[in-house]
Structure formats: structure tokens, C-alpha cells
């Protein structure tokens, strides 16, 4: 909790509630059908949690924005953005439940972490994706990777925004971390 605090010093009480309640949800839960590594659990609030948060450091949310986590598996980055951005609406989708081609919703930001390649993601979810501006940034994808990106962004032909993730958080293990942009106009 300590590197949240650290980082969005500004949370109110029930933010800060909430965020700390995840360990002990996540603990429970991973017990139950491992949502999270077992080998970094230990390490969730830095490798999961904040790393999620890297997306609002880039990108804040306004009321009403509508935000779609493709792959979000044990519910990241969307869990841990739906509490900093509690007025924007998120739906956290898994492809053990549904697949991203079978929906009809439009949403004005698509957020991930390192789901597959980006050509594929785009093909995904592009069509998703509504034009406007429903936050800091125009619409568009919000993406969570790391290493050398520049050819697999490339092939999208797509124009996209780097940001480093150590310009955010100063820990070792976000050192060849980014968060990939790309606007939908």
C-alpha cells in the first residue's frame, strides 16, 4: 500500500480502502483458482497493481468514460483503475468468458497488459472503439508492455506514443516497462 500512497498521494479514504482490501481479496481468491502468479504474489501491489496504474499517469478517465480491459485475466489493469477512476464505467473481459470479436458495445478506451502481439490486438479491437475524447488523451488503445516495440508497432501502421514507465515509478522492475498509445481520429 505503501507504493500507492507513494505514488497517488492524493486518494481519498475509500480509495485508500480499497486498494488496501486487494491483498487480502486477491489472497482468498488466488487460493481458490490462482488469479495471480503464486511466485510474485508477494509482490502484487508493485507487479499488478501499480503497474496497472501506469495507464493513469498517461491517461485519467473522466465520469462516464467507457473503458474495455481485453484480457484482463485476474482483473488488471482494470480493477485498479476502476478504483482511481470510480465515476468511469469498466468492463474487464477474459476470453474464457467471451471473446473481444463477439461484442456490439462501443467504448471510448481499450486498456491491456501485454495480451498478444499489437498487430492482432488491433485487428481485435479497433472497430471497438469510438471516436471522441472521454478523458486527458482522444479515444483510443492504452497498452502495457515491455522491451523493444518499435517494429511490432510498426506493423499496425499506426501512429503511437512511448512512455516510459520509469518516468512514473522509479523501481527497478519497471525499467523496460511502457504504456503504448495510440488515438482513434
Known amino acids: 500500500m505503501e507504493l500507492i500512497d507513494k505514488y497517488f498521494p492524493g486518494l481519498t479514504e ?7 482490501a486487494l491483498y487480502g481479496l486477491y489472497a482468498d481468491w488466488n487460493a481458490k483458482i490462482n488469479v495471480v502468479s503464486r511466485k510474485d504474489f508477494d509482490q502484487l501491489y ?3 497493481v501499480l503497474h496497472s496504474l501506469a495507464i ?3 491517461c485519467t478517465f473522466d465520469a462516464g468514460a467507457r473503458i474495455l480491459d481485453v484480457g484482463c485475466g485476474g482483473g488488471f489493469p482494470s480493477v485498479p ?3 482511481l477512476f470510480p465515476e468511469a464505467h469498466f468492463t474487464a473481459l477474459d476470453p474464457r468468458c467471451v471473446r473481444v470479436e463477439t461484442l456490439q ?3 471510448d478506451y481499450v486498456v491491456s497488459r501485454a495480451v498478444t502481439a499489437m498487430p492482432e490486438f ?3 479491437i479497433w472497430a471497438k ?3 471522441g475524447q472521454k478523458g486527458s488523451l482522444p479515444n483510443g488503445i492504452l497498452y502495457l508492455k515491455g522491451g523493444d516495440l518499435a517494429e511490432e508497432l510498426a506493423q499496425t501502421g499506426m501512429r503511437w506514443y512511448i512512455y516510459d514507465i520509469p518516468r ?3 523501481e527497478e522492475f519497471f525499467e523496460t516497462k511502457k504504456v503504448v498509445y495510440t488515438p482513434k481520429i
Open 105 to 107: 458495445e462501443r467504448y
Open 122 to 124: 488491433v485487428r481485435w
Open 129 to 131: 472503439i469510438g471516436k
Open 168 to 170: 512514473f515509478f522509479g
Open 56 to 58: 493513469a499517469k498517461v
Open 46 to 48: 508493485l507487479r499488478h
Open 14 to 20: 475509500l480509495q485508500r480502502q480499497q486498494f488496501a
Open 81 to 83: 483503475l476502476a478504483i
